[in-house]
């Protein structure tokens, strides 16, 4: 096969207002039925996937989103730093990690931001796990921590929920062996729903090897009501291998630019950041987050995480009188363990305006949206109920 090479102009010679001359092309090799080699674990792993776009006139309740539209003064940041998109951020967010290191008394240097905290929690499983290690974590649980793992290399340890779909510890903590790198702990549990509470967790640390590293992702920790519920920012410096995750994205409403943090001991933290897709974390973000963190808007942010709390809770009761096995709810979401009757029910749920997030064979979460979506919820919900299921809520 032979390759026809010409001299190609200058991209400047062949502009629309210059006379072009003709290229001769270049002929393509024939396919050689080679494909390209990939990971085989790669290839085979499904990608994250994002809940379907709901009807327009329905609602969206498949990705735990704030329905509150940004506050004008957050919407004002975030457009002022747009004018500077030409610009690259701040790849540190060091205003943004002084702020937070002022708040959580730490020092900046214990803080990393990144984009959305599931961004962090990829760069301390590559920094922690690779081929022939095992990241612990309970299931079901946050649908991306597979994929994380698989993509670092290193193998999954998936260890059950209890019967009340909360954290088993115990088992967790059975399941460390000499080739676990990692243990994440999700609290409030994503889609469970149940939190791990501070004497779990106390318990649970001092079995933990201090060589492994504790990832507490607490991205719904806003939403909890429960004082017996662990709080990851009372436990900052008190364990050297715990590190504790929040996001902006759910109560502050500010999934759609993407940050996170995160705050540990700074060699924990270091190994994370050179993991780290440079600039990953944009001006907008940050701008979004500072304005978010100012007094006024806090408190106004926080008011909105109450009446979501508030109604979150009203939602389970009225579940739990249906007869649904609803179990404790400490995020802005509830679970619905439906079980094999999964895809049905979010079928029926979608076909009456209601995108939920199906996980079957297990269950349905649903976001806490809309006020006006709650009645016409329920009433479809209680159409859906097995009589069966009354007596078992937890």
Avoid at 39 to 50: C, G, K, M, V
Avoid at 66 to 94: C, M
Avoid at 203 to 231: G, H, I, K, N, T
Wanted: aromatic letters at 6%; proline letters at 7%; glycine letters at 8%.
């Amino acid at each position: 096969m032979t390759l026809t090479r010409k001299r190609i102009p200058p991209l400047w010679q062949r502009s629309p207002w210059r006379q072009r001359g003709t290229v001769e092309s270049v002929t393509a090799p024939e396919p050689t039925g080679a494909r390209v080699r990939l990971r085989a674990e790669i290839a085979a792993l499904p990608p994250y996937r994002q809940g379907r776009p709901a009807p327009a006139d329905g609602f969206k309740l498949s990705s735990n989103e704030n329905p509150f539209d940004p506050l004008p003064s957050v919407q004002a940041a975030i457009a002022a730093a747009a004018t500077e998109v030409n610009r690259y951020p701040d790849a540190t967010a060091l205003r943004l990690r002084e702020r937070l290191a002022e708040r959580f008394g730490v020092s900046p240097d214990e803080v990393i931001v990144g984009a959305g905290s599931v961004s962090l929690l990829a760069q301390f499983i590559l920094a922690a796990a690779g081929p022939g290690d095992e990241v612990v974590y309970a299931w079901r649980s946050f649908e991306a921590y597979p994929g994380l793992v698989t993509v670092s290399g290193a193998t999954s340890v998936q260890v059950p929920n209890r019967a009340d779909h909360g954290h088993d510890l115990d088992a967790m903590a059975d399941a460390i062996t000499d080739r676990t790198r990692a243990v994440i702990v999700c609290s409030p549990n994503n889609p469970t729903g149940v939190a791990v509470t501070a004497d779990e967790f106390e318990r649970f640390m001092a079995r933990v090897p201090s060589d492994v590293l504790v990832l507490l992702d607490e991205a719904y920790a806003e939403f909890v009501r429960d004082e017996a519920s662990v709080d990851g920012s009372t436990l900052i410096g008190r364990y050297p291998n715990l590190v504790v995750l929040r996001t902006f994205s759910k109560a502050y409403g500010l999934a759609g630019v993407r940050i996170g943090y995160a705050i540990g001991p700074v060699e924990i933290l270091d190994a994370a950041r050179a993991t780290a897709i440079p600039l990953g974390v944009t001006g907008v973000a940050t701008a979004g987050a500072l304005a978010a963190l100012e007094a006024d808007a806090e408190v106004e942010l926080l008011r909105r995480v109450d009446a979501l709390a508030e109604q979150r809770t009203r939602f389970r009761a009225a579940l739990l009188e249906q007869g649904w096995a609803v179990p404790d709810a400490q995020g802005n979401f509830v679970w619905l363990p439906t079980g094999e009757r999964t895809a049905a029910v979010a079928d029926r749920l979608f076909d009456a305006g209601f995108v939920t997030r199906a996980f079957p064979p297990d269950g349905i979460r649903i976001s806490v949206g809309e006020a006006e979506s709650v009645d016409t919820l329920l009433r479809v919900l209680e159409e859906l109920v097995e009589p069966s299921q009354e007596g078992h809520s937890a």
